[in-house]
């Protein structure tokens, strides 16, 4: 029998909750250790949709990237969205877990993936953890194979990750070096150019911030923060299903990306 414990006691093993930001809320976030887990859900945001989803499934457990809460709670009533959602998950006896900023930052994380991908060579954390320690760290930096342009990267990546909205800042330099970051990643935009990349992966930039890679001379790739991360999360519930063979686990299949394509 798998109890809760068991699976966070994993989760650190992959994704040791040292590597959090410190704005971030990871860890198990509601629930019992001790209650035991045959049906596992996997996702990227816990929404009225994935929230439902869980609850019909009759999951005993979600790990969802983005915690749920996110920021400290006075109240936990139905009168708005988040209490909402964890009146109804804690009521039908589901757990949450958030990895988050630890899961984004580990060796085998949602970078090392997008790493992987687009088949970046040898790639090491764009900002490593501070101890040091192995191959930890902030986002991927790496160098392909060999020079592709904006364009090719972006068919490599449309082909490779699902969801993908592609949007670019493309300066028109040959592409070799490469830095990523998933999610709201734009922010570390000035490490990647003092990185010495040609190109930035991310989900989103703000309109400042893609004038601020044009003047840098980087390009860079936007590929929504949905798809930046989803796929990760899908991933996540594969090797849940592998490493505990009487856990029933799967990516959530409700879960959508609210930005749409008109």
């Not at 972006?154 to 028109?172: F, I, K, N, T, Y």
């Not at 930035?200 to 980087?218: M, P, S």
């Not at 798809?227 to 063979?245: P, V």
Request: proline fraction near 5%.
């Amino acid at each position: 029998m798998t109890l809760i414990v068991d699976i966070t006691n994993w989760m650190e093993t992959i994704a040791p909750l040292r590597l959090s930001a410190e704005w971030d809320n990871t860890g198990l976030l509601l629930g019992d250790p001790q209650r035991s887990v045959r049906r596992l859900m996997t996702c990227l945001t816990l929404t009225p949709e994935s929230v439902q989803e869980a609850i019909d499934e009759k999951a005993d457990l979600v790990i969802s990237h983005h915690p749920l809460p996110f920021r400290p709670l006075k109240k936990v009533t139905t009168l708005e969205p988040t209490g909402r959602m964890l009146w109804q998950l804690a009521s039908a006896g589901v757990s949450i877990y958030s990895p988050h900023t630890a899961w984004d930052s580990a060796a085998a994380g949602i970078n090392a993936m997008l790493a992987e991908r687009l088949h970046v060579q040898a790639s090491r954390p764009l900002v490593p953890e501070v101890t040091g320690a192995g191959d930890l760290g902030l986002g991927r930096v790496g160098d392909l194979a060999a020079e592709l342009s904006v364009s090719a990267i972006a068919r490599l990546l449309s082909e490779s990750v699902p969801h993908c909205r592609l949007r670019a800042v493309d300066v028109g330099k040959p592409i070799r070096r490469v830095g990523i970051v998933c999610g709201s990643g734009a922010s570390f935009l000035d490490v990647a150019i003092r990185a010495e990349c040609e190109l930035f992966v991310t989900g989103e930039a703000t309109f400042h911030q893609c004038l601020e890679a044009k003047a840098a001379g980087v390009s860079l790739l936007l590929i929504g923060h949905f798809a930046s991360e989803k796929f990760a999360m899908d991933r996540l519930a594969e090797l849940c299903g592998t490493e505990f063979a009487d856990v029933n686990a799967w990516g959530s299949r409700n879960e959508h990306d609210p930005v749409l394509s008109l």
